[in-house]
């Protein structure tokens, strides 16, 4: 069904398989509970809010106007959203997004050519696709000219179940195969948060894997798993594996590709005391061996519900960064840290944020080696904006501190920001949700 949004901006929909109008307002998405209370999570000020909505109405006269730090600001169409960027062949910039009608919904992906977007070309349309704020579709390029994504796809057993769609190219895009799962379990549950790690040869994709919620008696206490299954060209699935028994209900992964084909996967970890902080794994995606490598930091963050919220990596030839957004000891932060030697700690973090933040941080590199990250913002006004730090290829700040890029929404309609390295300057993209949901991009530089 068509995603709406309520006045509040907050995402609803029509369950197409039990015609039951679900709301944010009184329905949690990520977990599947109804909600007896739902309380603001921060006072709506209505001029604030106009002037937010004005400020992202003007954006709309012009695509290739710009802003402070922004330029060539481009609009998709009507009832698009989830943006996910990534380098394609050739290091071509690709987007992937959704496109939603009155019955159905198309998973499609643009390329970026000169300084404009290609046309759409789809890769697969489902009536069941679910099209979730933080769960995004994603795709990967391999080396080999291979080309993988997937989408989540509503189980109509359960009440908010949903399984993960997967598929691949081998070329590049242009044709792609039928649908197939990673999971092979009939559990009525949440599966998704995929992440891909794409070799030659293969892909390996890491999700989080709600099964154990499946008939759980305590369903707070329910465990959520990280698991991960290697996909070879030509052949099925393999047998999954489980990396952690004990993770975050939903907060995004994110991985870090190194030089001799293995991967860095941070994910948000879950303790029996319900502490949250981000480990670390190192994976081989060619044999599916891994390694623990510990926690990204001790934040020490006791929480005893999901803040969707993950981390980000990024790196160039030199150095790696890590940004992160932690509530710990009540203090809502975005931080984030450095280090030198691949896959060893990073060093003390380092907080980013100026006003208090949301978080839903990315971070990227161009082609210079130079870094970018993003996250959300409260400003003084009331509002929220999506702020942004560059530095350059050895880590010194681009400026004396962080930018404020582009007035943004705080209701979860607004989604992730993600972003995607240029030969100088990064390429971006998020939801904006006023007057309708459409993804919007520009170049910040």
Known sequence: MNPIYSKNYNLIRLHPATSILKSSNNYDFLSGKILTKMTPSRPQKIISSALVMVSFLSLLIGCHSKTDGLGNLQSFPENTSVPSLVLGPQNQPAILFVTSNDDSHALQFK????DAWSSAQTIAEDSLMLVNWADRPQMSFGADGAAYAHWLR???????????????????GTTWSKPTQ??????IAEHGFA??????GGAALAWLDGRNFDGHPDLSKAPMEVRMARWLASETWS????????ACTCCPMAALGGQDGSYELVYRDRTDGEIRDFNRLHIQPHSGEWQDLGLLHSDGWEIAACPVNGASLSQNDTRSLAIWYTGANNEPQVKFAWRTDPLKSFEPPTKIHQNTPLG????????????YALWLETNETGGV????????????????SPESLIPASESRAGGFPTAVGLEKGVLIAW???????????????
């Open 111 to 114: 390329l970026w050519e000169n």
């Open 154 to 172: 509503l189980d109509p057993r359960g009440d908010f179940a949903y399984t993960i769609q997967a598929v691949r190219s081998s070329d590049s």
């Open 182 to 187: 990673p999971h092979s379990d009939t559990a």
């Open 195 to 200: 992440q891909w790690m794409p070799f030659d």
């Open 239 to 246: 047998d999954e594996l489980v990396l952690d028994s004990s």
């Open 360 to 371: 839903r941080v990315v971070s990227t590199t161009d082609m210079q080696g130079d870094f």
């Open 385 to 400: 904006d999506w702020m942004g730090q560059r530095w350059d290829a050895s880590g010194i700040p681009q400026t004396e």
């Open 431 to 445: 939801t904006n949700p006023f007057p309708k949901p459409h993804v919007m991009t520009a170049i910040w530089y």
